[in-house]
């Protein structure tokens, strides 16, 4: 290995029945430089991640660190961290009922009698030299998902870190959260730590990173310098195909806005919930596409949680199709034709333990009732038409839902609902961890779903994406409507300047 090499993966196979997951892959790691893992959600980061640090055992390939002339087996993520080999995950692993200081030490101190003046003292040094706005007494999960990280990284590097992986970081993190994340990226550089930083933010990809490798389908694509790919080139070679799709998309709202039904769908007056929302306005009518923005926090989720049911109810009305009605609970919601895919998926939405088909059927089969159950031949059939309508990837229907991609799993979800023909359906983030060119098919579903009259709320935390597919948006600020923008009015930089301070013109919000 050349002397400014952290790490060198050369040939890595690795195969779970049926499927090959990497096949032949290199990727090299030098030292002070942050390297991005780029691919679709199935083209092998996780896989070679994993083998890296010792969950999965290679089939085939050769990996060699720093130091080592021999290529070494790794068995164990232990192991790995032994090595000099961290990751940080998106779910943070730490323990949020200890201490900073604890989670910075937990399982390192082979002393019987914790001696925590010295702990204490050794966090409150690292916290200062990495610049970690904490306090070592201060209980992690008084922490924002922020600090969590940092603390993580923190551990990670005064273990003498020499690879850091740096898994999906920033995708629960607002706009200052995430720069002083790259803050602390770019001190560790200095250090000569290297950095791989897998995320599906293209932006963040090209303001931290030096150089990018991409995977798809299980095999590399190609190593490039950051600066010498353009954006179009990276989208290109992950997706394996040109960007024509993207631009089918573009010009889509106008269509679905001259088809406009005047009745609204739904109208929530005064709604607010234990959650903390101030009360708000809401109308959708048939067809249209609208959402809510805002920063992290600002109250998105926390409004369509609201008008489904999902938070509890404390005030306000609903009508659906101009007659009241009592939503304040999710059953009553989904009896009234909405559905709601949830902001976190594998919390609120995938049912692990069930399969691809139970976790489809499941919303239809609640609604039915569980003393009329589907037979085995129905819920397979349900099944394989909308894995076949939603182009989800599986082995077979019984596989189990946790085994799937992150997009996959989202498009089960999607598909259980659908199943359920809803006439108004929510979705909170449904393209959020997931690669570019599900999220263009998850787009375009959406304005063809509008498009035959089905009413759709969509919130996402890229702007791009709002604008692209909603006709209106409501935009929130510190859990209050502080502005509607539709039809010319919607530009990125009016929703900015709303979220800012600068409200709606017609003096509606305050």
């Not at 049926?18 to 083209?43: I, P, S, W």
């Not at 959406?446 to 209106?472: D, K, P, Y």
Request: proline residues 3%.
């Amino acid at each position: 290995m050349l002397d400014n090499t952290v790490l060198s993966m050369r040939g890595i196979c690795k195969s779970f029945p049926g499927v090959n997951a990497l096949k032949n892959v290199d990727f090299t790691l030098r030292c002070g430089e942050v390297h991005a893992l780029m691919g679709e959600n199935g083209a092998g980061k996780s896989t070679l991640i994993k083998v890296l640090t010792g969950v999965y055992a290679k089939d085939a390939g050769q990996v060699y660190i720093k130091g080592d002339e021999k290529a070494l087996t790794i068995k164990s993520p232990q192991e790995a961290q032994n090595l000099g080999i961290s990751t940080v995950y998106q779910e943070i692993t730490l323990c949020p009922n200890l201490s900073v200081a604890e989670n910075m030490f937990i399982g390192r101190d082979k002393d019987t009698i914790v001696n925590w003046r010295r702990m204490n003292t050794r966090a409150r040094e690292i916290l200062d030299t990495l610049d970690i706005p904490a306090t070592p007494a201060q209980q992690l999960a008084n922490c924002s998902i922020a600090i969590q990280q940092m603390v993580a990284i923190a551990r990670a590097v005064d273990m003498d870190c020499k690879a850091l992986i740096l898994d999906e970081p920033t995708s629960s993190l607002d706009e200052n959260e995430v720069a002083k994340l790259f803050t602390l990226m770019r001190d560790l550089k200095t250090r000569g730590v290297g950095i791989i930083f897998v995320t599906h933010f293209l932006d963040q990809v090209y303001e931290v990173s030096d150089r990018i490798t991409v995977l798809r389908g299980g095999e590399l694509v190609g190593e490039f310098l950051a600066r010498d790919l353009p954006r179009v080139e990276l989208v290109s070679k992950m997706m394996g195909k040109e960007l024509d799709d993207l631009e089918s998309i573009s010009g889509g709202k106008a269509s679905i806005d001259a088809k406009l039904d005047q009745i609204p769908v739904l109208e929530a007056y005064g709604l607010t919930s234990n959650s903390g929302v101030k009360p708000f306005d809401f109308t959708i009518k048939r067809g249209e596409v609208n959402g809510f923005t805002g920063l992290l926090g600002s109250g998105r989720s926390e409004c369509v949680r609201a008008i489904y049911g999902a938070d509890r109810v404390t005030g306000g009305q609903v009508k659906m199709n101009g007659r009241n009605v009592k939503i304040d609970e999710p059953f009553a919601a989904m009896k009234h034709g909405v559905g709601y895919l949830p902001e976190d998926r594998k919390r609120d939405g995938i049912i692990a333990e069930l399969s691809v088909r139970e976790n489809i059927i499941i919303a239809l089969q609640v609604m039915r009732g569980f003393f009329r159950p589907f037979t085995a031949a129905q819920a397979k059939a349900f099944a394989d038409e909308y894995i076949k309508l939603l182009a989800i990837k599986t082995a077979s229907v019984d596989t189990p839902i946790a085994s799937l991609s992150g997009g996959n799993q989202q498009k089960a979800i999607l598909a259980r609902w659908l199943l359920t023909h809803p006439e108004y359906l929510i979705l909170d983030e449904p393209t959020r961890g997931i690669d570019i060119g599900t999220k263009i098919e998850i787009q375009k579903l959406v304005l063809e779903l509008a498009s035959e009259g089905m009413s759709i709320t969509f919130i996402s935390s890229e702007i791009e994406e709002m604008l692209r597919v909603c006709s209106r948006l409501v935009v929130m600020r510190d859990l209050r409507v502080v502005g509607e923008l539709s039809g010319e009015d919607l530009t990125q930089t009016n929703i900015m300047r709303t979220i800012a301070g600068n409200e709606a013109r017609n003096g509606r919000y305050s």
